[in-house]
């Protein structure tokens, strides 16, 4: 009962707001109701109305005219909205993990349909934005404007980190919430505390990581850690979801007013219903691959197959000519883990050419050396490149967020020496 009365209280209070959840959500389920064709008519009916403005100043009002270039960037979305008149209530800001921080508005329109989006999604699961959540973000905050602010929205942060970190999950996951939310590194040091200590608690309906690549080992492990099913997010601060995991492990496309396409160097979105600012064929800066599915249990039967993270950070550098993907390190070190039923978060920093520094969230001991051993072998074998790994375990590294779990700064400093 008292969970029913906060959900009541939080959605209650996003109507006070003005943000229309509900609404929005019967709007999403309706439209990927539809045929590819006759969505297609609204979404060309809304484009026609709004007449956003592509990279280069010219009305858009067609599906037609997104097909091609130019796409735009952070940089001219910033000049190109800077003086735009805007009716937005809301303002978010990215984390700037592109290089480039940007500022979006929002009216309270397009923040609803967001909210939407976000509402259909987590129903496949069970849960309603609204209910109890438990959110592994960041880095802790007790200002009272971010405890009003976790009140009224029903949820609680934890940071299992530091000489809390087990007091801070015990209390969080006494709250029985219905939903865990956040970083996989987070969700994973989570799991490890409560295997360390036998924490018992109840568990949620699902688990969602965000913001963060998880490699299926690790997501193996906050299953049966957690005894829940794990879902994988992807979503982006100017257009909150863009793809979510169905139960059939499809990353569907969820937002029906977004167009999403693949280009070499990122992936380019267009909103057609927003007014507050011109999106059209924006550069989010993730590199992905799309494909196509019959699963109809979520959104678009278009879903994103694979992640492969910021344009600069894909590839390994031997030397100035000789590379290879990165996405074969987390294979490598995805297979240990299976191999060695060691779960870990990690990061990887290069640095300087041939060599490669790996940092992992725990103590190895033994396995070391042997996790040093298996990766450069795993890359000659694979890629018929000799590299050179070295591990630095039980570290976290400041200052280093986002989707990507490989940081090129070859390509950093270089530019297009490494490229």
């Known amino acids: 009962m008292m969970g029913k009365l906060r959900y009541l209280l939080t959605r209650m209070f996003f109507f006070s707001m003005g943000l229309r959840v509900e609404k929005w959500r019967r709007e999403v389920g309706y439209l990927w109701s539809l045929g590819i064709e006759e969505r ?41 909205n800077c003086g735009a008149k805007t009716t937005a209530a809301f303002k978010r800001k990215t984390s700037g993990t592109t290089g480039e921080p940007t500022s979006v508005t929002l009216s309270r329109e397009e923040l609803s349909r967001m909210l939407g989006v976000r509402d259909y999604c987590f129903r496949q699961y069970g849960v309603r934005v609204g209910d109890r959540e438990a959110r592994f973000w960041g880095r802790p905050e007790y200002s009272f404007k971010s405890n009003l602010k976790n009140f009224v929205l029903n949820r609680k942060v934890c940071f299992p980190s530091g000489e809390q970190d087990t007091d801070s999950l015990v209390k969080t996951l006494n709250s029985a919430p219905d939903y865990l939310y956040g970083y996989a590194s987070l969700l994973l040091e989570a799991a490890a505390l409560i295997e360390k200590n036998s924490i018992s608690f109840k568990p949620p309906k699902c688990v969602i990581c965000t913001a963060e690549t998880i490699l299926p080992a690790q997501k193996e492990y906050l299953e049966r850690v957690f005894n829940a099913p794990v879902v994988e997010e992807y979503g982006a601060t100017e257009f909150d979801i863009v793809a979510f995991e169905c139960k059939e492990g499809h990353r569907h496309f969820v937002n029906p007013w977004l167009i999403i396409r693949e280009s070499e160097d990122s992936l380019l979105i267009t909103d057609v219903s927003r007014k507050s600012s011109s999106i059209v064929n924006y550069e989010l800066g993730d590199t992905g691959y799309m494909d196509s599915t019959d699963c109809g249990l979520l959104g678009d039967s278009i879903y994103l197959r694979n992640l492969t993270g910021r344009s600069v950070n894909r590839f390994v550098y031997i030397d100035s000519e000789t590379k290879f993907h990165s996405v074969n390190i987390s294979y490598a070190i995805n297979d240990f883990q299976k191999k060695e039923q060691k779960i870990f978060s990690f990061k990887i920093i290069q640095d300087e050419y041939g060599v490669v520094d790996l940092y992992v969230s725990v103590e190895l001991s033994y396995l070391k050396d042997i996790l040093k051993r298996y990766i450069e072998e795993y890359i000659k074998d694979r890629t018929g490149n000799k590299v050179v790994i070295n591990i630095f375990d039980n570290k976290q590294l400041n200052g280093y967020t986002g989707k990507s779990y490989f940081i090129q700064n070859i390509c950093m400093s270089n530019g297009a020496t490494a490229s």
């Open 40 to 80: 297609n008519s609204v979404l060309e009916r809304i484009l026609q109305a709004n007449k956003p403005i592509n990279a280069e100043g010219a009305e858009v009002t067609s599906l037609s005219e997104l097909k091609g270039p130019p796409s735009l960037n952070k940089k001219q979305y910033q000049r190109l």
